[in-house]
């Protein structure tokens, strides 16, 4: 999975530029433009009838390890982190795009043909 994506502010989508200016309109401190969206950050969200909010990226990791940013589908449901998130705390993440990594530590940015979110 990746562990970077991106979010441009610019996409012609009109349910998307409704939610980037709601998004600005609560949080005009917040700035969008660099789109990069990295673990730990404060990141973009949709909450409870599409609702914007601000949420850190990632799950502490154990004894003040690395943040945890993926969970396996076959497990989210029995791993206690897990659990009360996958059960009452779902949520939205907008994207226009991932970041896979070359095994020589390049990105190579991932999105849908012709854009979108």
């Known amino acids: 999975m990746c562990g970077r994506y991106v979010l441009w ?9 409704e939610f980037v200016y709601r998004f600005h309109e ?6 969008l433009s660099t789109g990069e969206m990295a673990p730990g950050q404060l990141v973009p969200v949709l909450v409870n009838d599409m609702e914007p909010e601000l949420f850190s990226w990632g799950y502490p990791g154990f004894q003040g390890g690395k943040l945890l940013i993926n969970a396996r589908a076959e497990t989210v449901r029995t ?15 907008p994207s226009t ?19 979108g979110v």
């Open 9 to 17: 502010e610019d996409e012609p989508d009109e349910l998307f530029q």
């Open 26 to 31: 609560k949080y005009p401190e917040y700035d």
């Open 79 to 93: 791993k206690r982190m897990f659990q009360e998130s996958v059960y009452r705390r779902r949520c939205i993440v």
């Open 97 to 115: 795009g991932f970041f896979e990594w070359s095994k020589g530590k390049r990105p190579h940015l991932l999105n849908q043909q012709g854009g």
